[in-house]
């Protein structure tokens, strides 16, 4: 069992950063893959970024490739998202997402947080 606690969400101007970071429990965490998904009302639930268990492969949505940068580090047993020029439209809640295999994660990840709100206004 994996337990992902999202923080660093929050409210920033147009153009600015934010980092999430994701928090799972476990001694297994250096054997899944992490990622970030991202939800708005009425769209549908888009993958956002991933990195393998190793951290030697990293996968990024068109919509974010480099503006994003997932990361991992394993002696903290964290994930995070650095998000830099942020736009109006990564307004959503992302959710932390684990999975033992990294091409299932990118569509249907097993493990999820309960997911953070970052808001960019104009």
């Known amino acids: 069992q994996v337990q992902l606690v999202e923080s660093g969400g929050g409210s920033v101007q147009a153009g600015g950063s934010l980092r999430l970071s994701c928090q799972a429990s476990g001694r297994t965490f250096t054997t899944y893959a992490m990622g970030w998904f991202r939800h708005t009302p009425g769209k549908e639930r888009e993958f956002v970024a991933a990195?393998?268990?190793?951290?030697?492969?990293?996968y990024y949505a068109d919509s974010v490739k480099g503006r994003f940068t997932i990361s991992r580090d394993g002696a903290k047993n964290t994930a995070y998202l650095q998000m830099n020029s942020l736009k109006s439209e990564d307004t959503a809640v992302y959710y932390c997402v684990a999975d033992s295999s990294t091409g299932r994660l990118r569509n249907e990840a097993h493990y999820w947080g309960q997911g953070a709100q970052v808001t960019v206004y104009s």
């Open positions: 990195v393998s268990a190793t951290g030697g492969s990293l």
